[in-house]
């Protein structure tokens, strides 16, 4: 089944020791999106890719960084994980813009900062 | 900004019943989508139910349905004949075009617990 998979589901680093959470998608979608979603907070768009143009959201913090190497991969990079940073971490798929589409979303990576 | 709320916190209903989860937002759009997506535990996201701005019929989708009320900016879903794999997490999301992508915005969500 054509899918949104994000490894690892879980994941345990140190206070400033950099990060990185992956997505790949088996959808030929065009865009892909990573969201921030706290505990008991709505989930918050950090940036998304249109294919490879990247659009940051004016509030992301600079310690968080992307790549889209290709298609159907692209990577949440963590620079410097702060405690503040635990949240589980959504990486969702849309076909195209201009479709209005809906999102297709991963089961999401949770990270854990000690 | 655009804001979507959803007052309840946490909500229950029996098996069989019904029940309906509130949604309220808040823009200056005049063209925009409304979803409600449901998150079970420990799994992905997924789509229940879309909802066109300009579509005054409220949209359908087999036991879920909207009430949506444009002037009211109000979005709710009911939910009918719930099953216990109903429970999850409901969040209802707002969508807008920026920077020639969408973007949702979501609300907090409804933690729906459905009892045998």
């Known amino acids: 089944d054509a899918m949104v998979i994000q490894n690892p589901r879980y994941q345990v680093t140190q206070f400033g020791k950099p990060v990185t959470l992956s997505c790949s998608q088996t959808?030929?979608?065009?865009?892909m999106y990573w969201y921030q979603q706290k505990s008991s907070q709505a989930p918050k768009l950090l940036f998304h890719?249109?294919?490879?143009?990247?659009?940051n959201e004016a509030d992301t913090p600079d310690n968080f960084q992307s790549r889209r190497p290709n298609t159907s991969f692209c990577f949440l990079d963590i620079r410097s994980p702060g405690l503040g940073d635990a949240a589980m971490y959504l990486c969702?798929?849309?076909?195209?813009?201009?479709?209005?589409?809906?999102?297709?979303f991963g089961p999401g990576t949770r990270l854990t900062v000690t | 900004a655009q804001t979507v709320t959803q007052s309840q916190p946490e909500m229950s209903v029996q098996e069989a019943e019904t029940v309906t989860l509130s949604c309220t937002y808040d823009?200056?759009?005049?063209?925009?989508?409304l979803f409600w997506y449901k998150q079970p535990p420990s799994r992905q996201m997924i789509l229940v139910i879309r909802?066109?701005?300009?579509?005054?019929q409220n949209a359908t989708e087999n036991r879920f349905s909207v009430n949506f009320q444009k002037a009211a900016k109000s979005f709710s879903l009911k939910i009918s004949d719930s099953q216990l794999g109903d429970t999850a997490m409901y969040f209802c999301?707002?969508?807008?075009?920026?920077?020639?992508?969408?973007?949702?915005?979501f609300g907090k969500g409804t933690k729906l617990t459905v009892n045998p």
């Open positions: 969702a798929t849309s076909r195209d813009r201009g479709q209005w589409d809906e999102q297709y």
């Open positions: 959808l030929n979608h065009n865009v």
């Open positions: 890719y249109y294919d490879k143009d990247f659009n």
């Open positions: 823009t200056s759009e005049n063209n925009y989508y």
């Open positions: 909802q066109e701005a300009y579509k005054q």
């Open positions: 999301a707002f969508m807008t075009p920026q920077g020639g992508s969408e973007k949702l915005v």
